[in-house]
């Protein structure tokens, strides 16, 4: 069956430092990756979104590779900050057949940076 | 204001009772979606809708039914309500498929069935 994993439930990082979460995907093929970030009590808010033709995507202090061989997508936020702290989830299309434009969410990783 | 609104945003209700929790988005987005929420579990897909009138299941529909008259509302009914329906409940739309599009979620409504 098809899987997304995100293989941290939490990310415990100091103030400055990069964060790395990690999202990992079986018996899929996707043609490209989203982030989302959710904050407790919100709805998830899309980030990026990344290619399968691209190796990297960068947006401010945010980076987001895709391997397709691997199989991962790494999420990287540099020089993290305390507002940084939220749940970030990974979300792939679920597949070109039957279902139409839906988003398999992996279950989050949540980060918190310490001050 | 323009967006995708869900209420009620609490909700609670007895066993047996059946609720409905209201989703309309003002982009006249064709796709939607809902989704519920739990520790363990992340999001998973109840139901989605490709167009007005066009409706599918997804993961776990058992006692949910939905419907989609019009294009900007997507209300989701719980039939008979149980206590394993205690969740988040999460409603959001996108544009149509093929275009690489990001999903727009709504606040989510925290039904608690007891």
């Known amino acids: 069956s098809q899987k997304i994993e995100q293989n941290s439930e939490a990310l415990n990082i100091q103030e400055g430092k990069t964060a790395t979460l990690t999202c990992n995907y079986t018996n899929y093929s996707p043609a490209y990756l989203q982030w989302y970030r959710q904050d407790p009590g919100r709805g998830p808010v899309f980030l990026l979104l990344i290619r399968e033709n691209e190796k990297e995507k960068r947006k401010e202090r945010l980076k987001v590779t895709f391997d397709t061989t691997l199989k991962q997508s790494l999420f990287h936020i540099t020089a993290s900050q305390p507002a940084d702290s939220a749940t970030y989830l990974c979300a792939l299309d679920e597949g070109y057949g039957g279902s139409q434009g839906n988003l398999i969410f992996g279950k989050g990783t949540k980060l918190s940076v310490k001050p | 204001d323009a967006g995708i609104t869900q209420s009620p945003r609490y909700k609670i209700t007895e066993t047996g009772r059946q609720v409905t929790l209201m989703c309309h988005q003002t982009?006249?987005?064709?796709?939607m979606f809902w989704y519920r929420q739990d520790l363990g579990h992340g999001l998973r897909l109840i139901y989605y809708s490709a167009a007005a009138d066009i409706t599918d299941k997804g993961e776990v529909p058992d006692g949910y039914v939905v419907s989609r008259s019009k294009t900007e509302n997507f209300p989701l009914t719980l039939e008979s309500a149980t206590r394993s329906q205690t969740s988040v409940y999460f409603c959001?739309?996108?544009?149509?498929?093929?275009?690489?599009?990001?999903?727009?979620f709504g606040q989510g409504t925290r039904l608690t069935v007891v």
């Open positions: 959001a739309s996108r544009s149509p498929r093929g275009l690489n599009t990001e999903a727009f």
């Open positions: 982009w006249s987005h064709s796709y």
